[in-house]
């Protein structure tokens, strides 16, 4: 991530990939400055470097030297950026990393805190909520209230303290053009085995990720997800239509659960927090429940259901969805 400072205050900033600076409501940096411009300058990220461009009247400077109108420069770090020419208006470039998302501290001292595609927060057992990428690019955030989809500039909370989440491809003000930095994301196959007892007393779950199997033991939740399974195995069987399958009212699964709709929103969070703290730290989490409003599922992963020595149901998703193209090929 790259960091400016400001020589007079001392605040530091986090440049986004297309980070603009002026006296404009829509800037990313607001400059105060008597002579700034509304639209007074940007830094974007090209790739491999970090470019300053001018877009003011009174110019801009770059180590003490005058930019020309509409001119760029490389960034170097160490070097001293003047959005006009007042006392607070010089910026010290400190970091030239690339871009990436983050939760950056706000109203404290804390360190930035760069997000890989799974994130216990903090981290262990003591962990209070997770953020994690799904396969659409969507960054979702988990705690034991519930569980909502992250926007650039959203404020979370965990141990006391306020961040807010900063997206490296955030979409920036409509008088600049916005960057695609996105990474395709290829999902390991992941799948997970029930164990059920025949009484229903007693569910194991092992998760499998290549040729490694994580025993998540037994569970309360493991029960709940066990029965979202269920849920998404049923419809499979009835309709070819795998976007509808599984999807369940949250209070309804909590009155087929026999708890609380705020109870089964804890359950969902251990389930996540368990996983996350079994696998490796080179393992990608997998999305164990998907949401939408006011409903959730099980994920698009792998699983089977073993109860007793039967087997109850193997499911593989991209098995279905490779079924379901051939038939449509078929009838076109």
């Not at 010290?92 to 595609?117: F, K």
């Not at 164990?288 to 994920?299: D, N, Q």
């Amino acid at each position: 991530m790259a960091i400016l400072k400001n020589s007079a205050t001392q605040r530091k900033i986090h440049l986004r990939t297309l980070h603009v600076f002026g006296r404009g409501r829509s800037s990313d940096t607001l400059l105060d400055s008597p002579d700034a411009s509304q639209l007074h300058a940007s830094i974007r990220w090209t790739g491999t470097v970090w470019e300053l461009r001018d877009h003011s009247r009174n110019g801009t400077l770059i180590d003490g030297t005058s930019m020309s109108h509409a001119d760029t420069q490389v960034l170097r770090v160490g070097s001293t950026v003047c959005f006009g020419r007042s006392p607070g208006a010089a910026w010290v470039v400190e970091d030239l990393s690339p871009p990436g998302n983050l939760l950056w501290p706000l109203g404290h001292d804390g360190a930035p805190i760069p997000l890989q595609r799974s994130n216990l927060l903090p981290q262990g057992q003591g962990a209070e909520m997770s953020i994690h990428c799904t396969e659409q690019g969507q960054w979702v955030c988990t705690n034991p209230h519930g569980s909502w989809t992250l926007e650039d500039g959203d404020e979370v909370r965990f141990s006391n303290r306020a961040w807010c989440f900063i997206a490296a491809a955030a979409e920036v003000s409509s008088t600049m053009e916005s960057m695609a930095t996105a990474i395709p994301f290829v999902r390991p196959r992941t799948a997970l085995r029930f164990h059920v007892s025949l009484d229903e007393e007693h569910v194991r779950l092992e998760v499998q990720e290549r040729d490694r199997t994580f025993d998540l033991g037994e569970r309360t939740h493991h029960y709940a997800l066990l029965t979202l399974a269920r849920l998404r195995w049923a419809d499979a069987q009835r309709h070819p239509d795998s976007q509808a399958h599984g999807w369940v009212e949250l209070d309804r699964l909590a009155k087929m659960l026999g708890v609380e709709p705020g109870h089964l929103n804890i359950q969902v969070f251990r389930m996540r927090k368990q996983l996350a703290l079994a696998m490796p730290a080179d393992s990608h989490v997998p999305e164990l429940v998907e949401r939408r409003r006011g409903s959730l599922r099980f994920g698009s992963l792998r699983f089977c259901i073993m109860r007793g020595s039967q087997l109850e149901a193997d499911f593989d998703p991209l098995s279905l969805s490779g079924q379901i193209h051939a038939e449509e090929k078929l009838a076109a």
